[in-house]
């Protein structure tokens, strides 16, 4: 099955020789698939010589060392325009071909040179600092997606209605950064959160993927639901900044337990606890259901699997 999943995903992503993925190790195609999914030339960049230093034979390694010559040049050019740019550079490409040249160039939009122990403190504390802001801002974006799908989910006006009718912030959320599908029967968003932790010897790097979908029956909304491959274990280090294991129990549980306290809170307006709450079953995390409605999050089964948060129209059990 391995096999075939990584065989569709190459014809996917297109650019790859069909067979090529039947071979590759697992590491090598995620590595490969994320390099390819970057929007940003700096983050292609920089995944594309991180490729190449897991996988210096890797399945597509010669196609990742053509683009990593042919474009890494062209970017360090276009960065030394500017301040913020050359510090761009900084950040994706610390120990790119071009680093030391940046580094000069950086120090000299503030000041002269000065001793040479000097500027190498300071050339360091600012790659420092670059690399940490941006790791933060990426955290943060978990939380924000996550929070402003909870509030979409959770407007008592959306569920009921009619598509039609849908308010112009769920339709915002919606049409997020890469919408997959609006204006059909079933609208929903798919999007790639990636983000950083602190660790020894080197940060460890987390994707969530966050699913927003509606059910649209005859016109009209009967549930929504965020979704995500971990979910809330990924929500839990992207707030807390601590790595997890999402296959040892008790970092799940920390996790699912930290998710509902924040989904408790979030849910009091409009499922308040006195009226709404009600007896969990199964893999239940939470349930309140009241005014022909119902919130439920639900904890995958195993690691890699989907959380799901959702509200839908009140079923009788």
Same mark, same amino acid.
């Given at each position: 099955? @391995?096999? /075939?999943? #990584? *065989?569709?995903? +190459?014809? =996917?992503? %297109? %650019? +790859?020789? *069909?067979?090529?993925?039947?071979?590759?190790? $697992? #590491?090598?195609?995620?590595d490969y698939k994320a390099y390819r999914v970057a929007d940003d030339a700096g983050v292609r960049l920089a995944r594309a010589y991180a490729y190449l230093e897991r996988h210096p034979g890797g399945a597509w390694a010669a196609e990742v060392r053509a683009t990593v010559e042919e474009e890494e040049p062209a970017y360090f050019v276009r960065c030394q325009a500017t301040r913020p740019k050359m510090l761009e550079y900084l950040t994706n490409l610390p120990r790119g071909p071009h680093a030391e040249q940046a580094l000069s160039l950086l120090v000299a939009f503030d000041r002269g040179l000065e001793d040479a122990e000097s500027d190498r403190m300071l050339r360091e504390a600012?790659?420092?600092? =670059?690399?940490?802001?941006?790791? $933060? /801002?990426?955290?943060r974006r978990v939380g924000e997606r996550i929070l402003g799908g909870l509030a979409v989910l959770l407007d008592g006006s959306l569920v009921g209605a009619r598509v039609s009718d849908l308010s112009p912030v769920t339709r915002r959320y919606f049409e997020g950064p890469a919408p997959s599908t609006w204006g059909g029967r079933t609208p929903e968003l798919e999007e790639d959160l990636y983000f950083l932790l602190p660790a020894r010897p080197e940060r460890l790097s987390r994707l969530l993927t966050l699913r927003a979908e509606l059910t649209v029956e005859e016109g009209v909304v009967t549930a929504a639901r965020l979704r995500g491959d971990d979910l809330l274990v990924k929500?839990?280090?992207?707030? @807390?900044?601590?790595?997890?294991?999402? !296959?040892?129990? %008790? !970092? @799940?549980?920390? =996790?699912?337990?930290?998710? /509902?306290? /924040?989904?408790?809170?979030? *849910?009091? =307006? *409009?499922?308040?606890? #006195?009226a709404c709450d009600a007896p969990t079953e199964g893999r239940e995390l939470m349930l309140r259901r009241c005014k022909g409605r119902e919130l439920r999050v639900v904890a995958s089964e195993r690691a890699g699997q989907d959380d799901v948060i959702e509200v839908r129209l009140a079923k009788s059990r």
């Amino acid at each position: 099955m @391995r096999r /075939v999943a #990584a *065989a569709l995903l +190459c014809l =996917a992503l %297109g %650019g +790859c020789a *069909a067979l090529r993925p039947m071979w590759a190790s $697992s #590491a090598d195609l995620d590595d490969y698939k994320a390099y390819r999914v970057a929007d940003d030339a700096g983050v292609r960049l920089a995944r594309a010589y991180a490729y190449l230093e897991r996988h210096p034979g890797g399945a597509w390694a010669a196609e990742v060392r053509a683009t990593v010559e042919e474009e890494e040049p062209a970017y360090f050019v276009r960065c030394q325009a500017t301040r913020p740019k050359m510090l761009e550079y900084l950040t994706n490409l610390p120990r790119g071909p071009h680093a030391e040249q940046a580094l000069s160039l950086l120090v000299a939009f503030d000041r002269g040179l000065e001793d040479a122990e000097s500027d190498r403190m300071l050339r360091e504390a600012r790659i420092t600092e =670059a690399t940490l802001e941006k790791a $933060s /801002v990426a955290r943060r974006r978990v939380g924000e997606r996550i929070l402003g799908g909870l509030a979409v989910l959770l407007d008592g006006s959306l569920v009921g209605a009619r598509v039609s009718d849908l308010s112009p912030v769920t339709r915002r959320y919606f049409e997020g950064p890469a919408p997959s599908t609006w204006g059909g029967r079933t609208p929903e968003l798919e999007e790639d959160l990636y983000f950083l932790l602190p660790a020894r010897p080197e940060r460890l790097s987390r994707l969530l993927t966050l699913r927003a979908e509606l059910t649209v029956e005859e016109g009209v909304v009967t549930a929504a639901r965020l979704r995500g491959d971990d979910l809330l274990v990924k929500w839990y280090e992207s707030t @807390r900044i601590v790595a997890l294991d999402p !296959d040892k129990p %008790g !970092d @799940r549980t920390e =996790a699912f337990s930290a998710g /509902v306290d /924040v989904l408790k809170g979030a *849910a009091e =307006a *409009a499922f308040p606890a #006195a009226a709404c709450d009600a007896p969990t079953e199964g893999r239940e995390l939470m349930l309140r259901r009241c005014k022909g409605r119902e919130l439920r999050v639900v904890a995958s089964e195993r690691a890699g699997q989907d959380d799901v948060i959702e509200v839908r129209l009140a079923k009788s059990r």
